[in-house]
Each structure stands twice: as structure tokens, then as C-alpha cells.
């Protein structure tokens, strides 16, 4: 018989199958517990309460995480948990994966729009003369005698439904001035639409975009569906290196995702799919091939090389993206497998090629880029941050989401800010630079990352502390962000303050605390108005292409020829590494 | 200045991480024809073991470890040459292969790991990072290897873990070595899943499987 499995709060029952992993239940059943780990039992994240059943022992890390949690002896990893009868089970809040709003923050310069999509629109099709016929692809190739003779025989089909119009207009959808993509009945000169869209490996944020104008109508946030085959890169490429087939999954995944996120931003403004002539997408290199569906196996081992870089516009029924199936998806061009369109785009969007002097322009994520521009010279690198930052392997953090803790202040004791003002459940990124830097101010936490007190852990709030391990975490990402910058600039003769200035971007957006940044030694020591923040520059360049060939020409020029460089090999990588792992203001 | 002072001493300097210290208390240690085993016994052992307490109470962390190894090492560098010369018996506690996994190129881990392993008085050969299956196996043949220590700090790369595993199975060498695996994604389920000898999770931790697995008998 197979055993029911009652799934709280919903209160909803499914029927699984013997010796199915909880999780792999639950996901079937489309409740998606957080499991940043790819379900390996190490991420500690999908702990749910077995409410009626057996739960079996848990092993050694599952204690150590319910000692670390403080959690009753009856919750249990859904990833380690094997159905063997029937049972009741509760996710916590804290567990479940929901579609929430991440912090947005805009950087824009003004750029004159100069889409590939130009509407146009004509009065197409005389009375025909019965003398001499003309045929209506000879009617369209007077309108338009260079771009007439490339219109597709499927193009021409529709054009016979076009004389029908009352209006006795038809407009024409010119790609880049050298292809008719599709026609239309009527003048529909106003509804030329596009989406930008940044997939980042958590989140995905997207824009609708008014083509003629270049404005933003509407813009989404979502998370990306990929998350269940697991929280990083890495993970992912594994999944589809031990199993190829699953390519199409998460191909499938983020598709869906991004789908969803559109058609509510359609549907809100009253916009037809067939309306969305072109999108731009940005990500970094393992998500583009991701989203297109290609081979993702050399990313992830030596020497790391990618299938592709930069790519024409492809069509956008190829990719499956629900818009106008003749209109175009452009993806912003990798530099390489570790620094991909993402930072392209980025760079695109503070326009970094034009300014004059050195600067450094950092992402902060996960995949810690740092690009250098000394004079004309471009050099970029990654760094393998961790998701310490995102609130992984913290023990009370958590992605910047309401109730996250963001800001924290010493101010006659700790004053901590949360976002959407709820009570504190956790801990993101910016929250946790400025508690440790405060702690450091207050001698909790010595320069060696050691905590000073005997407990080993200190108090942030009710139910809320930071761990030993939880400070190793911040000194390891810290570390691999300083290595970066350091090895980076000594590379090219440049000390900090010689640069020009320091771009940020990264999810962390105006929240984070440069006074504490630089205190803990995450930023150099730099003048606080050299230091500029971008917010999301990967969605904002991925606007800049969509709205401006110009820019996705200069785009592709200055991915090529931006020179990367492999830290982990390196000679002074490790002891640069080491030595950074101390805090402290540098410069 | 007594023995037992010196080798206060001695402990103090690891456990300080002091280079310099330990090289000189070592050349004192010869110079005054002290019973060598005992030094290092005495001296500078516990002081490795203590910083493995301190870094299990979370009190050290990587640098700390760093320079004690390097301390260590300096300590090392000094003494044995000498009781080479006296022919004082082996101290090794076994002799290990250690090295990165190919197409893999992270060794940041691996090498504490090695250098933790020589502090505590291992015999360690490390091959680099990025190395291939085959050439574990022939260094582990060349150098009569206990143990061979593969690491992988990527999920995709720890497949060649498994396949070193069969490897080994198929050249009719498995009963010859013990294999300790290790990494960011690795773990005690993968290690027994492929049928390795054991997992570690950190410099330490490999230090103490090592020892109770002991050197092949």
C-alpha cells in the first residue's frame, strides 16, 4: 500500500511512493521546500516538522544542524528523509519557497532610443487592375525594394488578410533595418514592445519596455525555477553533467519562470505576446547556455571553456519564449565561462568604455567579477565568493526578502532594521557585513575573525545570533573579494589609490554600508565619493542593448577584447588568499 | 635553560605560529645533543596538537593553521637532517599521496590538508592540482603510498573520485592503499557510496582519520 503523506499548512494529502525522499514527494506534489545543497543533506535549509509518523534517527550533521537551529527533536531534513508509512508533515514558513520581491535598485544613464524594432506603417495595396494584376509581394517589394525580396514565402502568405483592414493600412516590422520580420494588420505603429531581462542564478528580474520610447512600462521579479536542481552554478551543470537529458529541464525550468513573470506584466497592461518583438537576455555564461538549452559540461571542468560567446539575435521561436515567434532574442555576450553577459551587460549600462581613468567595477554575488579598466586595457576575473552574502551557510541568514535583517546600528544597543519592517527572521547580506563590522567595532569579534566571548556565538535578536563558523563564512567571502582586487590591480602596477573610482552592483544595491564595507576590508579604503553603487547593472545594460543597437555593438566589441585572468592559478593567489582573510580597513 | 623549559618553548612557538622560534629552538635542541625523538615528541607535537584544539574550538582558522604548519615545517627542516645523521628511527606516521582531481584546479584546501598532514609527522608527496587519475597511481606505486588523498572542490570534478575508485579495483590495487577523499561538496555518504576508506572535512579532521586508520599493516 502506498503511504499518504499529509502536507501542512495546506492541509492537503498526496500518496507517494514507498522509500520516495520526502523532498522529492513534495516537489512533486509542487511544494518546493528550500534546498540550496541540490539535496545533498548539507545545506540544512528543508527541515520540516514531522508531525505524525515515525522519523528515523538523524545522522550526525542533521543533529548538529538541530542543536545549531535549536529545533525540536521531530524535525527532520525532507532531502534525507525516506517515506517508509504514512505521516504529516508541516514546512515551516522559514522553508518555503515563494515568489517574494528582491530589492531593486536603478542605475540609468540616457541613452537616444535606437531599437532594432521599427514599426512601419503603409497604405499598402492599390485596387487591383484588372488590365494588369499585380501580385501583392510585387506591392510590397514597391514599398520596400531592398528588404521586399528577403520576405519569407510564410510572410507572404499572410499578406492577403492584410487588404482586408477597414483602415487600409498595414505596418511592417523591420529588424534592424534589413529584415521584414512580420506584418500587421492596421496601424500598430504604438505597440512595439521588448523585454530586458537579467537571469540572475537566484533571481530573475525582467522589463517591459515600450520600444518607440524606450521607457520602462512595467518591471517583475522572480525566482528562478532552476533553484530545485540546486542553489549554485555548479550544482546545476552537475545535474545536467550526470544526466544530459535534464538539459531540457532546465532549460524547461527557467523558461517557465521567466513565462510567468512576462504574462503577468502582458496581461496587467493589456498587451498581446505577439506585440513583444524582441527580448535581451543577461546572465552569466552557464545561465545563458541554460536559458538556449546548450551543452553546459566544459564550464565546470578544466580548463573551463564555453560553447558560446557572443551570438546574432536568434528567433524567438527557437528559444520557446512566448512573444511574437518571429521576433528576435538577442543574450548579451560572455567574456568567458566565469565572467559572462551579466557583467557585459553591466559594464554596458555604466558605459565603463567611455569613461576616462582606471576603475574597478564589481559584482557582488555568489560568483564574486571584478573587472579592472586601466586607461583602454580591460581585464576581468572571478572569484569564488560563496553564498555567504546571499544568506547561505549563515546560520540565521536568508536572501533579501521581508523580514530579513539589512541594516544594523549601534545605537545605545543593537538597532536592527528589517525589510518590509517585520519582525526579524533572519539575516541577508547587507545585515550581516554591518553586524559583523559592529562587532569588530565592539571587540565581540577580534581582527582574526575570532568571537573574544566564551559562548562563541553572539545575540542579535530574539532567537537570532552569529556563529564562529558563520564569521569564518564572512572572512572566506570577504577573503576571495579582497584576492580578487588585489591580485587584479598588483597585476596591472596599480595601487588602490590610484583608481579613478569603484563601481558596485550586485543584488546588495544602496543597502549596503560603505563606512562598514571598508571596515571589514570587503572594499578598499577609497574616498567615499569614488564609490558608486549600480544597483542591478546586468538588467540595466540588458535595457541598453534592447533599446540601442549602438550599444549592443560597442557591447560585443568590448567583451571581446577584454582580457581574463585565472586567479586560482596563480602563484600568489593562496597567499594573498590567506592573508586577506584577516578584517581590517585596507587600502 | 632545563628540557623542560625548551620544550615549553618549542610547543609555544608552533603554537604561535613563530618561524624563526622554532628553526632556532630545533638548532639549539642539536646543538646541546638532546635525544631528538624526545624533542619532538615533547616539544613541538603537543604544540601542533594544541593548535588543532584551538581551531576546534574555532579559536584559529586558516592563517593560524598556516603558520604553525610552517612553523612546523621550519622545526623539521632542522631536525631531521640531523637525526638522519644519528639514525634515529622513522617518524613517519605512514606516507601519503595527495593532490587535486583532474579538471580541477582549486588547491587552496589541498594543500592545508598536506601541510597539516607533514606537521604531524606524515611523509607527504603533493602532486599540485588538475592531476590525472593514472598519475595518483603511479606515484602512489613509486612512493609505496598508505594513503592517497584525492580532492575535489567542484561536484562535477568529484565524479573522478568514483571513477579513481574503479580504477584502482580494476588494476587489483585496492587492497594496497587507503583512500581518503575530501572537498567542498564531498561528504561521508559520497565517500562510502564510491567505497573510499574515509572522509574528511577539514585539515584537522583528515589529520585524526589518517592516524586511526593507521599505516597499512
Redo the contacts between chains.
Sequence with gaps: MNPTVKILPQGRSIRVRKNIVLIDALQEAGVNPISFC?K???CGKCFVEILKGKPPKPD??EKEFLARKRLPGNFRLACLYRITGDLTVRIPEAARLSLMPVLKHGYRRTILPDPAVRKVVFAPFRPPDLASPLSLSDQIRAYFPRLGKKASPALLKDLAALQDDPSGKATAIVYDGTEILDFEAADTAEQNFGLAVDIGTTTLVAELVNLNTGKTIEAATALNGQSRFGADV??R??TV??DPLKSEALRTAVLDSLQAMVEGMLEKHHIPARHVYEAVIAGNTAMNHLFLGSPVKTL???PYHAVFSALPPLPASETGLRMNPRGKVYVAPNIKSFVGGDIAAGLAAIDLARQKGDFLFIDLGTNGEIVLKRGRQFTATST?AGPAFEGMNISHGMLAVPGAVYKAEDADGLKLMTIGNRPALGICGTGLIDLVSLFLDRGAISR????TGRE?KIGVGPDLFLS??DV?EV?LAMAAIKTGIRLLLGLHKLAVTDLDGIYVAGAFGNYLNIPNSMKLGLLPRLERKKIMFVGNSSLAGAKALLVSRQERVRCERLAQRIRHV?L??DAA??KT???A??FGAWT | MNENDLFKEMTQAIVEGDRNAAAALARKAVDQNLDLHEVVEKGYIPGIQKVGDLWERGDYFLPELITSAESMKAAMAVLRPAMERAKIADLSRGRVVIGTIEGDIHDIGKNLVASMLAANGFEVKDLGADVKLERFLQSAQDVKADFICLSALLTTTMLGQRRFMELLKERGLRPQFKVLVGGAPVNQKWADSIGADGYAENALAAVKLAKSLGRKG
Excluded: Y
Design positions: 541540490n545533498q543533506g548539507l550526525t550533521r555548479i550544482s551543470i552537475t553533467f550526470q565546470a571542468v578544466s569564488a582574526q575573525g575570532r568571537i562563541k564562529q563558523k569564518r572572512q585565472s586560482a592559478t593567489f593562496q588568499f590567506i592573508g582573510l584577516e
